[in-house]
């Protein structure tokens, strides 16, 4: 069982940064994917950002790219994501997600939230006009 605990929302105006982190606890071993994901009212979870725990492989968005920064501390599988230039568009509820002996994918399929099977709860993102 893995637990996986988001902190560092809230609310920022346009042009803005933000750090989420994503602390996790329980069966940690075999975590080798971890990333985050947004949901707004009504639309399904998307994929913002994924990492791979041992080789550093990381995959982005379009939406995201050259303003997100994802890291993952692989000793101690916290994940992290530096939202830069934020947008009224990044605003939602992030999510993080964790996943055991992921194989290697594509960028499409590492941002699925299809091969997930560990989440936390969520913490929102505001950011306002």
């Known amino acids: 069982q893995v637990q996986l605990v988001e902190s560092g929302g809230g609310s920022v105006q346009a042009g803005g940064s933000l750090r989420l982190s994503c602390a996790t606890s329980?069966?940690?071993?075999?975590?080798?994917?971890m990333g985050w994901f947004r949901q707004s009212p009504g639309k399904e979870r998307y994929g913002i950002a994924t990492?791979?725990?041992?080789?550093?492989?990381?995959y982005y968005s379009d939406s995201v790219k050259g303003r997100f920064t994802v890291s993952l501390d692989n000793s101690q599988k916290t994940l992290f994501l530096q939202m830069n230039s934020l947008e009224p568009a990044d605003s939602g509820m992030y999510y993080c997600?964790?996943?055991?002996?992921?194989?290697?994918?594509?960028?499409?399929?590492?941002?699925?939230?299809?091969?997930?099977?560990?989440w936390g709860q969520g913490i929102q993102v505001t950011v306002s006009s």
């Open positions: 990492s791979y725990a041992t080789t550093g492989k990381s």
């Open positions: 329980g069966n940690t071993r075999d975590i080798n994917l």
């Open positions: 997600a964790a996943e055991e002996r992921a194989p290697p994918m594509t960028a499409r399929q590492a941002l699925s939230a299809n091969i997930f099977r560990n």
